[in-house]
């Protein structure tokens, strides 16, 4: 008989903490993490995996994986679980999701008021400057990962090919499929290897709990249509429109894009032109791009609209995904402990570091690093972040500053 593998890891402190500290770290985090969803997953795993040590590095990748298989924001889905791992509960993880989402989502309210975007060449120039800043987030993010859960020949290969993957198939079909065949190939060369194989989670949730979870999914999936018609109710059909997007999206909050624009544009509840610069002004806002929702909640023709309907909104948006990620939890937490999991994991795991990877490359450098001072600024982030070991929202500030001088002095 082999003997079972042991994995030394270093040790973390007391995984329970209180809501109100989750809510302060994820606060902190809701009102300086720019850059969208892959950005959003550099700012956590520097903050809870490495400032705060909540959970070590297979753990953090285990939870990636699980959320970038399930529809929603990924990286508000991660977010909701830290916060119920560490804040013993549900209330931990509404405390999380509050706190990283209110302040853009109020931002975007205030915008739908008639609160004027960023303009000019310093609000451009600090708007390019939070993009690049992302860059070296997600770099950091890459580099640190990739020495953790591909440290071998055999997952920096799983990594390479969910990089290759992910860049032929664009979008959430080359993310789950580049995860997927990972967790294959762990099954199939990764069982004996070394290293970091399967964090602890010790999720405080019950298997009832998420079976309730999950059945809550589906009945806020099928019931609200037949009410809303049934009930002429015009709260219940905005539900539903937001809910339904939000439930059938793979891949992060421009891939909502068209859903919405059918569910609202087409229907008439709000005008293209509108709706285009709200998406626009969620661009330059910190937290989950899913926040966008609140823009279009306020700005609706139809009432509910306002403060309302921005609640409603942004509520039935956010709703599917967090409620299917409750409900996973605790299975996944179970099912991952077996060996086979385990081996599949090391796969799935190495092949995250291939789809951020390949994410670092298009949108963020693509869309952020367009000539040698955008890079020059881009690599000073980096080398605050890992040589300095600078606070990640110290280096937001400075890079959002150079962006805006290199914006005045460029012209």
């Known amino acids: 008989m082999t003997p079972r593998s042991t994995t030394v890891m270093t040790p ?17 985090l809701g009102l300086t993490a720019f850059g969208g969803p892959i950005a959003h997953l550099g700012y956590f795993r ?4 490495h400032r705060r040590r909540w959970l070590d590095e297979a753990a953090y990748a285990d939870l990636v994986a699980l959320c970038q298989f399930l529809p929603g924001p990924a990286s508000s889905q991660v977010g909701f679980s830290l916060g119920v791992m560490r804040g013993r509960g549900l209330a931990g993880g509404l405390a999380a999701w509050a706190a990283f989402t209110l302040p853009s989502a109020l931002l975007l309210v205030a915008f739908a008021y008639g609160a004027d975007a960023l303009g000019g060449p310093v609000g451009s120039g600090i708007v390019h400057g939070l993009k690049l800043v ?10 640190g990962m990739g020495r953790t859960l591909a440290p071998d020949a055999t997952r920096a290969a799983i990594a390479f090919a969910a990089l290759a993957l ?11 499929a580049g995860i997927g065949l990972g967790a294959v190939a762990g099954l199939a060369v990764c069982r004996r290897a070394s290293g970091a194989a399967c964090g602890h989670l010790g999720i405080p949730v019950s298997r ?24 002429s109710s015009q709260g219940l059909a905005l539900f539903d429109a937001f809910y339904r997007s939000g439930a059938l999206v793979f891949g992060g909050g421009h891939v909502m894009l068209p859903l919405l624009r059918t569910a609202l544009v087409e229907t008439g509840w709000i005008g293209p032109d509108a709706f285009l610069a709200g998406y626009g002004a969620a661009q330059a806002v910190p937290g989950p791009l899913f926040t966008f929702a609140a823009y279009l909640g306020a700005a609706l023709g139809p009432q509910p609209n306002g403060l309302a309907g921005a609640a409603i909104a942004l509520v039935a948006v956010f709703l599917p995904g967090l409620l299917l990620v409750y409900g996973a939890l605790p299975f996944w937490d179970a099912v991952r402990e077996r ?12 092949a995250v570091v291939g789809i951020l990877a390949a994410a670092l490359y298009d949108p963020l450098w693509t869309g952020a690093v367009l000539g040698p001072r955008d890079f020059a600024v881009a690599a000073g982030a980096f080398l605050l972040l890992t040589i300095a070991a600078a606070p990640p929202w110290i280096v937001v500030v400075l890079t959002a500053v150079a962006g805006a001088g290199l914006a005045v002095v460029g012209g």
């Open 12 to 28: 973390l402190p007391s995984r329970e903490g209180s809501v109100r500290e989750v809510f302060l770290a994820f606060l902190k």
């Open 208 to 231: 009832r709990a998420g079976a309730v979870a999950l059945l809550l999914f589906g009945l806020f999936l099928a019931v609200p249509p037949f009410l809303a018609r049934s009930l």
């Open 339 to 350: 060996p086979l999991a385990q081996a599949a994991m090391r796969g799935a795991n190495a």
């Open 166 to 176: 992910t860049t032929v198939l664009a979008g959430s079909t080359g993310q789950v």
């Open 46 to 49: 520097a903050e809870f995996v």
């Open 134 to 143: 992302a860059v070296a987030v997600v770099a950091q993010a890459v580099w």
